[in-house]
């Protein structure tokens, strides 16, 4: 059982699951009008495992926003952890940090993931920059054998990593989304880039795990192209109001499934207003 939480976690963890979540075009417009979060949000996640029909809780996800400052360029800096529980622990460490840093258009600027996965520590990094309108990314990976790995590319379209991804698509317009439609998203990390896209399942009403708290949610499917097939990697639910935070994700693995769900925030940006009372 150990070997295949590792495999699985190592391809795609909780972090890449929350962090790629919702965009919905790739154009030389990196940039797009911030108007879901603000300076001081904080939001917080339970994660469970299911494992021969018993849900486990494993550990916790944390995340916050804040204004910023990279290098003289004002924005907004957002760092995200995962933690895993003693459970988990005797199965699979997993203790992650990420960051990233973007302009105040949510353009990303620089991105960092440091992950303890098992056995395995290993460092992503990506710089961007715009020249010409284009995008271009130096990516660094410190492998968990401690060798420095580097590459530089350039693209037409907009690139983004877990973080920045995440804040932009949090700022999409969903009015327009019809049943069945596919979004592009294009993820780098430390050396690639992810053949990977949405699909949009339509909307339902959620209640929450431990709670009777319910609400509005637009419902997507993460799907990635690998080996010449599509697999479903995460069924995620967010809420359907200016805030577009996720309230649930679900996680498909081959031994199982594994379920995030919201356990507190402040400091949002927007009333909820997707919250059933």
Excluded at 76 to 81: D, N
Excluded at 182 to 209: E, F, Q, R, S
């Amino acid at each position: 059982m150990m070997n295949c939480i590792k495999r699985q976690w190592m391809k795609g963890s909780l972090l890449f699951f929350l962090f790629t979540i919702l965009t919905l075009d790739t154009h030389a417009q990196c940039g797009i009008e911030n108007k879901a979060f603000a300076n001081g949000e904080f939001v917080s996640y339970d994660l469970y495992f299911n494992w021969k029909f018993v849900w486990w809780k494993v550990g916790t996800a944390s995340m916050s926003t804040v204004t910023s400052n990279y290098k003289g360029q004002d924005g907004f800096r957002c760092s995200l952890t995962t933690r895993g529980n003693s459970k988990l622990d005797n199965m699979f460490m997993m203790r992650d940090t990420l960051l990233c840093y973007t302009d105040t258009n949510v353009a990303p600027i620089y991105f960092r993931k440091g992950a303890r996965e098992g056995k395995r520590y290993y460092v992503d990094e990506i710089w961007y920059t715009y020249p010409k309108g284009n995008c271009h990314v130096k990516m660094h990976e410190i492998t968990s054998s401690g060798d420095h790995v580097w590459k530089e590319a350039e693209y037409k379209n907009c690139l983004y990593d877990m973080m920045s991804i995440y804040l932009r698509a949090r700022n999409f317009e969903s009015s327009h989304l019809k049943e069945g439609d596919k979004i592009p998203l294009p993820i780098a990390d430390g050396l690639k880039v992810a053949n990977a896209w949405l699909k949009y399942n339509g909307t339902t009403t959620l209640k929450m795990k431990n709670s009777e708290d319910r609400y509005r949610c637009l419902v997507f499917s993460f799907i990635q192209r690998e080996d010449s097939k599509n697999h479903e990697l995460i069924r995620f639910y967010i809420t359907d109001d200016d805030n577009h935070l996720p309230v649930r994700l679900d996680m498909f693995l081959s031994f199982g499934t594994a379920k995030a769900y919201l356990n507190g925030y402040k400091g949002l940006r927007n009333p909820m207003t997707s919250k059933i009372k």
